[in-house]
């Protein structure tokens, strides 16, 4: 599979990957997510090249991850604020920042912590059942076909071919 070709798949995982599945793409929503909105802020934070940078603002928008907002008209001066389908990756980016936490992370400890500010407590993130709130485990879940399957060599086969 090629890298263009992802967007095409019938996976949800290589649908996204079209989008996010970038280093630079991750680091920016990264920044979005801790307050991030100008260009020149977030190539200061992340030493990006101004081409690289343009580049993945410019997907993320196209693909309605963030929006692109005038703050200023002379010079013409923009900000990118996350959409609604921005803030749906809060917990794809709390997961991947807990991983590193737990596997990445130095004898130092946690670079940063995450606080609930309902209930004030440090938090991991826990993925949990829709419908009855149990934390999901990998040996929790049973993957079957969805109405949008097609039959690709990246889904599992049917239990009814074997």
């Given at each position: 599979m090629k890298w263009d070709e992802l967007a095409e798949q019938s996976c949800s995982m290589a649908r996204t990957l079209s989008v996010i599945g970038d280093r630079w793409t991750l680091m920016v929503l990264r920044d979005c997510f801790l307050g991030v909105r100008r260009f020149d802020d977030f190539q200061r934070r992340l030493g990006v090249t101004r081409g690289i940078l343009s580049d993945r603002l410019r997907q993320l928008t196209e693909a309605g991850v963030l929006d692109k907002v005038a703050y200023q008209d002379r010079p013409p001066r923009h900000e990118y604020r996350l959409t609604r389908r921005g803030l749906d990756l809060h917990p794809v980016i709390l997961s991947i920042v807990h991983w590193g936490d737990v596997h990445m992370a130095g004898e130092a400890g946690r670079p940063i912590l995450h606080r609930h500010k309902?209930?004030?407590?440090?938090?991991?993130?826990?993925?949990?059942?829709?419908?009855?709130?149990?934390?999901?485990?990998?040996?929790?879940?049973?993957v079957i076909r969805g109405p949008g399957h097609a039959a690709d060599r990246h889904m599992p086969p049917d239990e009814a071919e074997g």
């Open positions: 309902t209930c004030g407590a440090l938090f991991d993130p826990v993925l949990s059942c829709s419908e009855c709130g149990e934390p999901v485990r990998p040996h929790d879940v049973e």
